[in-house]
């Protein structure tokens, strides 16, 4: 392994490696699953990755080169990476020699830009609702479009079942069924309990933008990688 100039927490250091998130990896050294030179790991211990270090009896190869992806994720693909039950996974489409994983979450039912990467860090900042990162959507809906549903989402929408109201949200009437909205936190289904709660109920769910990163001109199913000047300007949103 090739040496750190400054240790680090091993937690930060598996989530280097693309093993998993720093909280996993938390729980991971919890369970007693890590070793550092044949030793159980401890939680907040630093290394420096001249180390041997194990996660569930496999030897890390030190950290990955940091990569991101936009991927179209297609209607009815679940966003998990492994489930018995599930017709179809990520896993089943995206085929990269690096394992990644997925930063945020689209339901089965909808579809659209889904960042994958094997950066923990990263996933641990878009992952955490209280960064505040805007996330666009193109939304179809079974009712005409009214006014009072559009201020309803500028200022927020009591949630009753999650007892929650959501932040403010820049939204705008495309068509009479039709309406982009830009929302700044991930509640569980937040746009349609959103449309619910107006009496509408949404036909199609497209997310075409996450912070800095467009969707564009993917088509369902495809991916790609995000170049330098993207990702970086993905990290300096999310600081």
Known sequence: MNKMNEPIRIN????????????????LIDEGK??????????????????????????????DKKVVLAFYKPVGITCTERDPHAEAVINDIVKYPVRVTYAGRLDKESEGLLLLTNDGELIDKMMRGANAHEKEYIVRVDKKISEDMLTRFEKGVFLKELDV???PAKVKKLSDYTFEI????????????????????????????VVN???????????????????????????
């Open 182 to 209: 830009i929302i700044s936190q991930g509640l569980n289904r937040q746009i349609r309990r959103m449309c619910q709660a107006c009496n509408c109920k949404v036909l199609s769910l497209k997310r075409v933008r």
């Open 34 to 63: 890590v070793f550092v030179n044949g030793q159980l790991a401890s939680s907040g211990q630093k290394v420096d990755g001249s180390e041997t270090i194990s996660v569930n009896g496999k030897v890390l190869s030190g950290p």
């Open 213 to 239: 990163v467009l969707l564009d001109k993917l088509k369902p199913g495809q991916f790609r990688e995000l170049d330098e000047a993207e990702i970086c300007s993905l990290r300096e949103a999310l600081n």
């Open 12 to 27: 930060k250091y598996i989530a280097s490696c693309g093993i998993c998130s720093r909280r996993d990896a938390d729980k």
């Open 165 to 167: 109201t959501t932040r």
